[in-house]
């Protein structure tokens, strides 16, 4: 089985560079800067697992979970960029979903660093790691989801590397939500291989929809005015609900 680590590890290595070059070739790197940071980061990371685990166990895990934790924030990230991307023809919709993810997320990482602290377990590296990755996994699929499913009800093209990044990012966002939900985290079965050739289907998934750039399609500006009316209707409402206080503290 340390065999099939090894071999899945190398195979991520090799993935992950063809996409940097693919990248930095289609200037998709400029378009996607938080995607393609995090892939260098996971590629940079896998290469000094490879040299920590030949070197010192020790090491290997210091920079194992100095590596988990940063690659949840760079993750968040991805998310708010696709966001940010997808939602570029929309600006007010835009920013309330980024304000509102951002909210969100922060939500989820207080919650997984209370639920740690007041485990009887107490606060330990790995269960604390589990319980923050855990929220934050979570809010990543159901924002992953949410978007898909607004681009879905006003008919939004996607275009081709967005949807790759979602299509991609989605499916290894999922696998992971169900290993920390039902598989244990420290038997290496076969979900835990499972997990790891997930990130593979995802590389290839990245590879083949972002090999070359495409425009996002025009799309229709229907979800901007669905989201201007919302909010004149929201401060209609509050406009009549200060009127109607204004009047009470006088009575």
């Known amino acids: 089985m340390e065999n099939l680590s090894q ?27 938080f995607f393609f ?29 100095v590596a988990e934790f940063s690659g949840l924030a760079l993750g968040s990230l991805v998310v708010l960029e696709t966001y940010k991307v997808s939602l570029a023809a929309y600006p007010g919709a ?21 639920q740690a602290m007041v485990s009887p377990a107490g606060w330990k590296t790995d269960t604390t790691a589990l319980e923050i990755e855990r929220a934050l996994r979570t809010v990543q699929a159901a924002a992953i989801l949410a978007l898909v499913a607004l681009f879905l009800l006003y008919s939004i093209p996607f275009g081709r590397n967005l ?50 750039y495409q425009p996002i ?15 004149a209707g929201t401060r209609r409402r509050l406009q009549e609900t200060r009127a109607y206080l204004r009047k009470g503290v006088r009575w």
């Open 163 to 212: 949807r790759g990044i979602l299509l991609g990012y989605g499916f290894f966002i999922g696998e992971r939500v169900i290993c920390l939900a039902f598989v244990s985290q420290r038997t290496r079965d076969f979900w835990f291989y499972a997990y790891s050739a997930s990130y593979l289907v995802a590389l290839s998934l990245w590879l083949g929809h972002l090999w070359s």
């Open 217 to 231: 399609p025009q799309p229709k500006a229907s979800l901007d005015l669905e989201y201007q009316r919302v909010a």
């Open 94 to 114: 835009a920013r309330m979903a980024r304000n509102a993810l951002a909210f969100v997320f922060v939500t989820a990482l207080a919650r997984g660093l209370a």
């Open 7 to 33: 071999l899945i590890l190398w195979c991520s290595i090799v993935l992950e560079l063809a996409l940097l070059v693919a990248g930095l070739c289609n200037r998709l790197v400029g378009r996607f800067p």
């Open 37 to 65: 940071g995090y892939i260098a980061f996971v590629f940079l990371q896998d290469l000094v697992f490879v040299f920590a685990l030949h070197w010192s166990r020790q090491v290997y895990t210091v920079v194992y979970w």
